[in-house]
Structures are given as C-alpha cells and as structure tokens.
C-alpha cells in the first residue's frame, strides 16, 4: 500500500512537472525551407517536445549566438556549408555530440573534429550543361580541374567569390593539392569565365540554358527545385534543357558539401537536442528531407528524390573532411582575390 501510493506520488510529479516544465528545443537555423518546419511539428507529433526556431542568415545567428554566450537559449544550430559549421566550432560554441545513432549513420568525413556538428542532408557542386550542345560520351571524363584550360574559355558560369559554396570548392582544391596548384588553376578558371560573375547558383544554370554559357558550375539540388515546377513554368522550362554531370568522376570525386548542425555548447535540453539530431537522421525525416530540397540523404537506407536521381545516384563523392572548407577557407578567399575572382 505504501508503496503503491509512493509510486502514484512520483507518477504524479512526472506529469505535473512535464505540464511546468515542457520539454523543448531551441533552434537557430539558417535554413530558409518551409519544409523543415513541417519537419520539425512532425518532430513534436512524435516526442511531444516543443521546437522553438529562429531563423536569420547565418552570419546574424553566428554573431547572436556569440555575443548571447552562456545566457543563449539556443539548443541546436542548422546551417548549410560546412565551412559555416566550421566557423562556430572555431569559436569554441559547439559540444559533443553523444549518440551511437549519429556515429552510425554520418560517414566520419561528413562530421566536425570530436563530432561537434553532423551533416544532416548533402550536396555536390557539380556541372551543369545543355546536352543537345555537348553529349554525355564527351563530358563524362571532365574533372574540375580542367575546367581551368585553355579550350574552355569563355564557356564558364560561376557566382562570385563572395560566395561560400565557392570558397568551400576553391578550400577543397586547397586540402588536396595545395595553395600553389590550386591558384594557377583559379586563374585558369577565371580566364574561362563566361561573363563577370553575377547572380546565384540558380543564375548559372539559367545561363546554360539560355546560352549564355556553355558549361556552369552549381549546387545539385537547384535543379531538383527548378524541375519541381514550384519555381514557376520559366524556371521549368530552363531546368528541361540542362543536365547534372558529375565532375571529376576518373579523379577523386564529386565536390560534397553539406546542410548540417550542431548542438550549442551552453544548450539547456541536451537531451532533447539530441532527439531531434537523431530524429532529422531518421529514415523518415531524411525521405522529407530529399523531397523537399532534392539535397541528397545522408541515411543510407533513404534514395534521393526521383527528380535528382534521373541524373544518376552511383556516383563518386570527393571523400575529403568537409571541415577543411571551414580550415582553408580564408586562404581560398585570398587566392580567390588574387586571381581577380570577382
Ligand atoms: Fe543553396
């Protein structure tokens, strides 16, 4: 009797202080997608924890995190490019991360040093290019690095130098082969350039497809969110008339980088920061993940959107750490700039 009642007063305690206390997660994201926020009320549907978002560009949540310190209510960061994940850890503003599910289901190269950040979708920067000019049989050998001679001039489309996409390439190409290499073949590249840089990554396949460039170099999903036709019927339209090849499939791979995050070394609800790391990792969360963004999975058990996969699933990532993007990236700036990338 006496310990039924004991029992009844604890159960009791339990509820009452999951009615005070709710259980939440703050989260501060640079992910502009109101697909994610589906995600994450299916996050609370599931686990009955409460998903408070912030979201700015990331340069803003960096700076907000920062100077809230040990007083931020942030729990997790979501960003896209690693270089950004990179920058907090640098700053001491991420904690470990402790889960068997992450570690079994992120490749070691797709995390921060001491698992402080985690990829939860991928990308490549690939090629773009219209295939009634140029067949698959003649391209399917190109690499990034000959993108930088002499028989591509005038051919290229890339966004401008300020860009961190293009910075994390440029900090790749620094990782593998060095500063020397890396700078005769960005100037090799900005020879090539089609036009003065100008506009986003979905600007450059828009020039493919209206010839204004022969080849561009963007990120993989765009293409996904052009072919969806919830851009509307122009962005359609362009997308029909350009094709994905992936670069430097006979080299070392496929530029990778990611959208990702970390939990915030002052978090409040580790725990529940952890669930909701865990759950973005999940098979059902990575299939709303690709069929939203046409990023590609991360979950090995979930297939990119059909849309994405039509222009191939087998091929050959780059294996490289992506935190060599954050590591290299301000000497790729400087490289960049010397070799009057605009
Ligand atoms: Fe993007």
């Given at each position: ?129 219209n ?26 489309a ?36 089609a036009r003065?840089?100008?506009g986003?990554?979905?600007g450059q396949i828009m020039a493919v497809a209206n010839n204004e460039a022969d080849?561009a ?17 122009t962005q359609?339209n362009a997308?029909?008339k350009v ?100």
């Amino acid at each position: 009797m006496r310990l039924k009642s004991f029992l009844s007063i604890v159960l009791t305690l339990v509820v009452f202080s999951n009615f005070i206390f709710p259980k939440e997660v703050n989260v501060y994201t640079s992910r502009h997608y109101d697909s994610d926020i589906e995600l994450y009320d299916k996050f609370t549907d599931l686990t009955g924890i409460e998903v408070n978002i912030i979201s700015a560009k990331s340069k803003a949540l960096i700076e907000r995190i920062r100077s809230e310190g040990q007083n931020s209510p942030a729990d997790v960061f979501i960003t896209v490019d690693a270089g950004n994940l990179w920058k907090v850890q640098d700053l001491g503003l991420f904690q470990d991360i402790n889960s068997k599910k992450v570690d079994e289901t992120v490749p070691k190269s797709l995390r921060g040093k001491n698992n402080q950040w985690v990829a939860l979708a991928k990308r490549a920067r690939v090629i773009f290019y219209n295939p009634d000019k140029y067949s698959y049989e003649e391209l399917k050998d190109l690499a990034y690095e000959d993108l930088s001679l002499p028989k591509w001039q005038n051919k290229l489309a890339i966004r401008s130098s300020n860009n961190l996409y293009n910075q994390s390439l440029v900090a790749g190409m620094i990782a593998k082969y060095g500063e020397s290499y890396t700078e005769s073949w960005a100037q090799g590249l900005v020879n090539n350039f089609a036009r003065k840089p100008q506009g986003n990554d979905r600007g450059q396949i828009m020039a493919v497809a209206n010839n204004e460039a022969d080849l561009a170099i963007a990120n993989s999903y765009y293409l996904g969110h052009m072919l969806s036709g919830k851009k509307g019927d122009t962005q359609l339209n362009a997308g029909k008339k350009v094709a994905i090849l992936f670069p430097s499939q006979t080299k070392g791979g496929a530029h990778i980088n990611i959208s990702g995050g970390g939990i915030l070394k002052f978090s409040k609800n580790y725990d529940s920061a952890i669930e909701f790391l865990e759950f973005m990792l999940s098979e059902d969360a990575q299939k709303h993940l690709v069929e939203n963004t046409y990023e590609y999975p991360i979950n090995k058990n979930v297939e990119p959107s059909k849309l994405m996969a039509q222009f191939g699933v087998d091929f050959k990532e780059e294996e490289i750490n992506v935190s060599n993007f954050g590591k290299y990236n301000a000497a790729a700036l400087k490289l960049m700039d010397r070799v009057g990338w605009q």
